[in-house]
């Protein structure tokens, strides 16, 4: 298994971002596919879920309305698009899958909101 995020960067309050996940190793529309974010000194968090086969969502409280999660099963892909991006949304932005009661996580993309 192996997940590989992109599209992290910096970006002013108010504004957007689109991060990729690229999933490979296991038959990926099968499985939900969950984005989490750690920001400085606290503790890892959930910020998105996307299951398989139907898609459904379930999103944070603190970023519902603003990031959306979606997959494309033909490119193996997992996507979160974020918009009216605050400063508390600054974290480094990691990608997650669970198989057979094992999560495997990608490295990682930093996201820096700052004017």
């Known amino acids: 298994v192996q997940l590989v995020e992109s599209g992290g960067g910096l970006v002013q309050p108010g504004g957007s971002l689109r991060l990729s996940c690229a999933a490979s190793?296991?038959?990926?529309?099968?499985?939900?596919m969950s984005w989490y974010r750690q920001a400085p000194g606290k503790e890892r968090e959930l910020v998105a879920l996307i299951a398989g086969g139907s898609g459904g969502t379930n999103y944070a409280d603190s970023v519902k309305g603003r990031f959306t999660i979606s997959r494309d099963n033909a490119k193996n892909t997992v996507y979160l698009q974020m918009n009216s991006l605050e400063i508390e949304d600054t974290a480094v932005y990691y990608c997650?899958?669970?198989?057979?009661?094992?999560?495997?996580w990608g490295k990682g993309t930093l996201v820096t909101v700052s004017s």
């Open positions: 190793g296991f038959t990926f529309s099968s499985y939900a």
């Open positions: 997650k899958v669970r198989r057979y009661g094992m999560d495997y």
